[in-house]
């Protein structure tokens, strides 16, 4: 067996139980460390560089560790002829909010992330529960989204051939590995690949509501100031919050097995739909593919009021609102079950909880992860949840 199929093997086997697993002590273990690295914020970027430092954090008598300064940056950056072509092209307002001045990931502002995270959702534990799924419609739904992805996973080597080729420089799932890495994999070895996953669906429809027990990997993204212009030099900024990724190899890889995505999320959200039964009507681009952008300038053409709305913390908020069946395609840190990302279900999952926790939505929802741009007189019922009203949603997925 070559050495990136054994890796996959070795890792790929899903593990679940009947308890709560806690991987937040080990996390900040591992993130206990003043490391960390940056990168250019676009390929428009012709020379770049960046300076950072930490600042202290202590710790309370609890133990709860507290960042006392944050991260602080400065870049200076030379631009290509085509940068400035495209700035002097796009509205302000696209430029702002398309543009970062510096990505960065270290591990201090994990931890930070992490805790922001969960106290966001435990102070809305009670109301984001009141619109969850009910059991049942939490088991239709888990079933649809298992059934549907095992029918859709086949061997098929040109699919596997085009996936490895658009994620090239992409994690395999952790361990260091690339998709780069999967060239080697034998027809043999994906086939026997594959009846693993099938395996580990089995074993999700059996258990639905037991938890994830493989420990998941980690990156993240910092969220720096936007870009005011091209001036070139930026700084000494702040940066406060972070995105955490959580992925692993044993439910990030099932992609590579479908050939049809279109297919695949419109069968799921369809059936999804049919279970939860919204009061209004629901489209998205996982569901309309490029035509959603007519669907889009004939609502606005319509003269409909229109408002967009971004969830809040929603990696942690959507695992409670899919209810406790979900628990099988979530992973669980810090006792709150989150949709982390870059896994086969990311955005299958947040979709399905975003359509439930805005049912009571009359009019039309174009809705994707945790964007809701909505046609029509009704507000969400439910402040607690904590959308935003913001054109920034619609500027960024639909301009």
């Not at 400065?74 to 307002?93: N, Q």
């Not at 239709?140 to 098929?156: A, F, N, P, S, W």
């Not at 979900?326 to 975003?354: E, K, R, W, Y």
């Not at 959308?387 to 949603?393: A, F, G, N, R």
Request: proline share 4%.
């Amino acid at each position: 067996m070559t050495e990136t199929a054994s890796w996959i093997k070795r890792t790929g086997a899903l593990q679940l139980t009947a308890e709560k697993p806690e991987w937040l002590d080990d996390l900040n273990r591992v993130w206990d460390k003043e490391r960390g690295t940056t990168m250019p914020c676009s390929q428009l970027v012709d020379r770049y560089t960046a300076k950072y430092v930490y600042e202290p954090y202590f710790d309370m008598p609890d133990g709860t560790r507290v960042f006392e300064k944050r991260l602080r940056y400065s870049v200076d950056v030379v631009w290509s002829d085509g940068a400035k072509k495209l700035y002097k092209e796009l509205p302000r307002h696209q430029w702002n909010h398309r543009s970062r001045a510096v990505a960065m990931a270290c591990d201090p502002l994990r931890i930070k992330e992490m805790q922001q995270r969960l106290a966001g959702v435990k102070d809305r534990l009670r109301d984001l529960r009141e619109v969850a799924l009910s059991d049942r419609k939490s088991h239709e739904c888990v079933m649809i989204v298992l059934e549907e992805t095992r029918k859709q996973m086949k061997y098929d080597r040109d699919t596997i051939a085009r996936y490895i080729k658009d994620h090239i420089k992409s994690s395999l799932g952790g361990g260091g590995y690339k998709w780069r890495d999967a060239y080697e994999v034998q027809p043999d070895e994906w086939k026997d690949i594959l009846e693993q996953r099938f395996d580990n669906i089995e074993k999700q429809i059996k258990n639905p509501d037991w938890y994830i027990a493989n420990r998941p990997s980690a990156g993240e993204r910092a969220r720096s100031e936007g870009l005011a212009d091209l001036k070139g030099s930026y700084g000494p900024y702040t940066i406060e919050e972070a995105r955490i990724i959580l992925f692993g190899n044993h439910m990030s890889l099932d992609t590579v097995f479908i050939k049809d995505h279109v297919g695949w999320y419109s069968q799921v959200l369809t059936k999804c739909i049919d279970v939860i039964k919204p009061a209004g009507e629901i489209s998205s681009p996982l569901l309309r593919q490029g035509l959603i952008y007519q669907d889009l300038s004939d609502q606005f053409n319509s003269g409909l009021p229109f408002h967009a709305y971004d969830a809040k913390k929603w990696d942690a908020a959507a695992g409670i609102v899919l209810g406790k069946y979900f628990h099988c395609l979530l992973t669980t840190i810090g006792g709150i079950p989150q949709v982390a990302s870059g896994q086969t279900h990311t955005s299958m999952n947040d979709t399905i909880a975003n359509i439930q926790a805005g049912a009571s939505l009359t009019g039309l929802s174009i809705v994707i992860g945790d964007d809701r741009n909505h046609f029509g007189n009704a507000f969400l019922r439910d402040e607690s949840l904590k959308w935003t009203q913001t054109i920034q949603s619609i500027i960024m997925h639909w301009a």
